[in-house]
């Protein structure tokens, strides 16, 4: 069975910190790419961050580059979300999203249950 388990999330002032995590099972972590995607309410879901399986390339949405940084633990097959300077407008629920691919190259998308995230004064 496949399992994306997020953690982490919670309450948080203003110019705060918190960080994410993200246990995967039931597919090869390492060869996936794996990414951070939000959805606050009434708005669509976006992609906030996102490293690569090989090379660990990294991008991020423009609105959290130099606040949000995404990494990975190939050995624990967890990825994390280090979340710095908060703003009210993070708050949203945060998914982990993870991409794979077989050996023919088709591509396989598993999606976390997601994890509350709230800043506010």
């Known amino acids: 069975q496949v399992q994306l388990v997020e953690s982490g999330g919670g309450l948080v002032q203003p110019g705060g910190s918190l960080r994410l995590s993200c246990t995967a099972s039931g597919f090869t972590f390492s060869s996936s790419a794996m990414s951070w995607h939000r959805q606050a309410p009434g708005k669509e879901r976006e992609l906030v961050a996102l490293?690569?399986?090989?090379?660990?390339?990294?991008n991020y949405a423009d609105s959290v580059k130099g606040r949000f940084t995404i990494s990975r633990d190939n050995a624990k097959n967890t990825v994390y979300l280090q979340m710095n300077s908060l703003k009210p407008e993070d708050t949203a629920v945060y998914y982990c999203y993870a991409l794979s691919r077989d050996s023919r190259g088709h591509e396989y998308a598993y999606w976390g249950q997601g994890t509350q995230v709230t800043v506010s004064s």
């Open positions: 490293i690569t399986s090989l090379r660990r390339r990294t």
